[in-house]
């Protein structure tokens, strides 16, 4: 069982968002060293999923990570605005692990060819789950949009300073075709048949 912390920093609209699968109160004082106010548990998540329920929340409030210094993990945000955030991720995070787990079970079964009548429940899940993947392509294009200014702006350098980094780095990738076409007894001998279910919406 694991911990998800939510320090504030003294008396500001600053808070950390860490987690730890040990003691809460002996991660604050590690923390406090570095800190030049003191930090006090706003909340504590107790979980089984920490990563899981951390990830969520730092992704939840991307856009108010702290730039006024380079400590990690600290979000610029009222404590108002922070509560609903973090029940949010309580009740959510509690559906989704258990729907998670559930959708992993049935990926390994084998399906039995037959196609199920829709009821009202999955046709509003189903217009639901359109609008949210109507969503997504729309934000995944502004995503795009706005890092290619920022790789502009960059250009041929490392990047731009507490921004964001576009370094060259060298990736060794297995050219399979290749190999089929060279070895291809080799390449069959490492060759592994698997079954997947494939999740498409009509």
């Known amino acids: 069982m694991g911990y998800v912390y939510v320090l504030r920093s003294g008396s500001e609209n600053l808070f950390k968002i860490g987690r730890t699968d040990g003691d809460v109160d002996a991660r604050i004082r590690q923390l406090a060293t570095g800190n030049p106010h003191p930090l006090t548990k706003f909340d504590v998540i107790q979980t089984e999923h920490d990563s899981l329920c951390e990830t969520y929340l730092h ?5 108010r990570k702290s730039l006024a210094s380079d400590a990690r993990e600290f979000f610029a945000i009222t404590p108002a605005e922070l509560a609903p955030v973090i029940r949010d991720a309580r009740e959510f995070l509690a559906e989704f692990v258990a729907k998670q787990a559930e959708a992993d079970r049935l990926a390994e079964a084998e399906t039995d060819g037959v196609l199920l009548k829709p009821g009202d429940p999955e046709w509003s899940v189903y217009r639901s789950l359109l609008a949210a993947r109507e969503e997504e392509d729309t934000y995944r294009y502004q995503r795009q949009l706005l890092e290619n200014t920022i790789k502009i702006a960059i250009g041929r350098s490392d990047g731009l300073e507490s921004l964001a980094t576009w370094k ?3 990736v060794e990738r297995l050219d399979q075709a290749a190999l089929k076409s060279a ?8 060759a592994k048949t698997s079954r997947v279910r494939v999740f498409r919406l009509m």
């Not at 070895?183 to 490492?190: E, G, H, L, T």
Request: no cysteine.
């Open 168 to 170: 060259t780095q060298t």
């Open 183 to 190: 070895q291809p007894d080799v390449f069959k001998m490492y």
């Open 59 to 63: 992704r939840m409030l991307r856009s």
